[in-house]
């Protein structure tokens, strides 16, 4: 890949990029069919099982969540 996709060091900025992937990603799941969609989400919620950090398990829940929700509307 030529292109550069890094990040600032700055928190808000790596913050901003984080919702806008967030978004990118509920719009690419939208893009699928059901049933691919949910076989996506379902292959993460498998992947945070297998965790070892709670606290990085913690947070992949609450971006599945909000991708799940967004996802719904």
């Known amino acids: 890949m030529t292109n550069d996709c890094s990040s600032t060091p ?5 913050a901003t990029e ?7 990603i509920t719009y690419i799941l939208k893009a699928l069919n059901q049933a ?12 945070m099982l297998t965790m070892q ?3 990085q398990a913690e947070v992949f829940k ?7 929700t967004a996802y719904r509307s």
Do not use: H, S, V
């Not at 984080?18 to 990118?24: A, N, V």
């Open 10 to 14: 700055d928190t808000e900025t790596i």
């Open 62 to 68: 609450r971006i599945i969540e909000q991708i799940k």
């Open 18 to 24: 984080i919702g806008c992937l967030k978004t990118f």
């Open 53 to 55: 950090d709670p606290k």
């Open 36 to 47: 691919d969609a949910g076989r996506a989400i379902l292959n993460i919620e498998k992947e």
